[in-house]
């Protein structure tokens, strides 16, 4: 009896071992989990790409180095994670102090849809959400190319769909001074973002 009891308890340790292993930590419940792990391991840093934003001024993500970028991807004519993901973004953008907004902290929600998301489109957008146009832009990428070289490096998925839209992945990306992703929020907790920026800036 203590000999089975002995195995059993063996078997259990080397179970919960193995997952402990396999799901770093108990980290790593889900696929999407264990991707955001991964990219947060890797730290891949930004490709080139050229941007215009709302006002018509094209900018480079490379100007971005220096300071923590925080990133969202969307596209204005989605009406269901876009919404909330950008109204949470502007919680963030609402809590982080003024004295390091803009010097070194910087909002950008890139579109990725660029044919419909025209300058004027992004203005109206940017004024519903309270982006101001610098400290948070919103902007697209136009270069094909470009674009695909960013959403491949941070693993944005973004698939057409039959009406128009797309599906696609939704976080809070966080760049920091060397162009480099280190930290990816779920899009739904803003307050962990301002947390996480709160523990070493403010």
């Given at each position: 009896m203590l000999r089975k009891s002995v195995g059993i308890l063996f078997a259990l340790i080397a179970g919960i071992t193995l997952l402990w292993i396999g799901t770093d930590g108990f980290r790593a419940f889900t696929a999407e989990k264990a991707r955001i792990i991964e990219l947060e391991r890797e730290q891949p840093k930004l490709p080139s790409?050229?941007?215009?934003?709302?006002?018509?001024?094209?900018?480079h993500l490379q100007e971005l180095e220096g300071k923590y970028t925080l990133l969202t991807f969307m596209y204005t004519s989605c009406g269901d994670v876009c919404p909330v993901l950008?109204?949470?973004f502007a919680e963030i953008y609402e809590n982080i102090p003024k004295?390091?907004?803009?010097?070194?902290v910087v909002l950008v929600s890139i579109s990725f849809d660029p044919e419909?998301?025209?300058?004027?489109?992004?203005?109206?957008?940017?004024?519903?959400?309270?982006?101001?146009?610098?400290?948070?832009?919103?902007?697209?990428?136009?270069?094909?190319?470009e674009l695909q070289d960013v959403l491949k490096t941070l693993e944005v998925i973004v698939i057409p769909n039959e009406y128009g839209g797309y599906e696609h992945n939704s976080a809070f990306y966080v760049i920091n001074p060397d162009g480099k992703l280190t930290n990816i929020f779920d899009y739904q907790t803003p307050q962990t973002v301002v947390e996480y920026l709160d523990s070493f800036l403010f």
């Open positions: 790409a050229t941007l215009i934003d709302s006002n018509s001024e094209t900018f950008e109204r949470n004295e390091v907004l803009g010097k070194e419909n998301d025209t300058p004027s489109v992004l203005k109206s957008y940017s004024n519903h959400f309270g982006a101001d146009g610098e400290q948070w832009k919103m902007a697209t990428i136009q270069d094909g190319q």
